[in-house]
């Protein structure tokens, strides 16, 4: 398993325990580049993970993506392997903000 995918298996599992949907856009060319890794939806809100491992760095087309979400209302993450419990720590931000009208 790649470090990369070690990340991603890490924020599913968040995922997973919270209940939260989600979905991994085919990377199969056929798509838009730049598309983050994770999309997911919680209570109303949508959301998109990027993960990178290491020192690993955002491409152009992938920075315009999360630029292009984060500007439409919706919630962006670079996560990576020491950042796991901060996503945690947001993604309970957002379910409580929603759920208390906020």
Do not use: H, W
């Amino acid at each position: 398993m790649t470090p990369e995918a070690k990340v991603k298996l890490k924020v599913r599992k968040l995922l997973d325990e919270n209940a939260i949907y989600y979905f991994f856009p085919p990377a199969n060319g056929y798509g838009r580049a730049g598309i983050p890794d994770i999309i997911f939806c919680v209570q109303g809100i949508f959301g998109a993970v990027e993960c990178k491992a290491g020192r690993g760095t955002l491409t152009a087309l992938q920075e315009r993506e999360l630029t292009k979400i984060d500007n439409a209302g919706g919630f962006t993450f670079v996560a990576r392997e020491d950042n796991i419990e901060e996503l945690k720590e947001r993604l309970k931000c957002l379910t409580t903000k929603r759920s208390s009208g906020v």
